[in-house]
């Protein structure tokens, strides 16, 4: 299983970055999709995630409004539209996949099963 995140760089506050995240070797129609992120210094946190049904989405406080998680069945590929952007928002982020029940909150971290190396977002003022 391999979960390849991209489309991390420099970017302006103000603007707006899509970070994708593609999967090999499961199916992410069956796995629970979340992305999460690092900032230096501090503890991983939950970004935006999406059942493996497609129907429920949910968002941290910080980026809801402004972040949209999505996917694609066909490409396997799993997708976080990223606008508004301000530097609070510069860090790694990690996607991630896991066989959540629903019971389980997509913000438990140490449910997932699988995940990406990382790509850097970093925001200037």
């Known amino acids: 299983v391999q979960l390849q995140a991209s489309g991390g760089g420099l970017v302006q506050a103000g603007g707006a970055m899509r970070l994708s995240c593609a999967a090999s070797?499961?199916?992410?129609?069956?796995?629970?999709m979340s992305w999460f992120r690092q900032a230096p210094g501090k503890e991983r946190e939950f970004v935006a995630g999406?059942?493996?049904?497609?129907?429920?989405?949910d968002y941290s406080d910080s980026v809801k409004g402004r972040f949209t998680i999505s996917r694609d069945i066909a490409k396997n590929t799993v997708y976080l539209q990223m606008n508004s952007l301000n530097p609070e928002d510069t860090a790694v982020y990690f996607c991630?996949?896991?066989?959540?029940?629903?019971?389980?909150?997509?913000?438990?971290?140490?449910?997932?099963?699988?995940w990406g190396q990382g790509t850097l977002v970093t925001v200037s003022s």
């Open positions: 991630a996949a896991g066989r959540l029940i629903l019971s389980t909150p997509l913000q438990q971290n140490e449910a997932y099963n699988y």
């Open positions: 070797g499961l199916s992410i129609q069956s796995y629970a």
């Open positions: 999406i059942r493996r049904s497609g129907n429920n989405r």
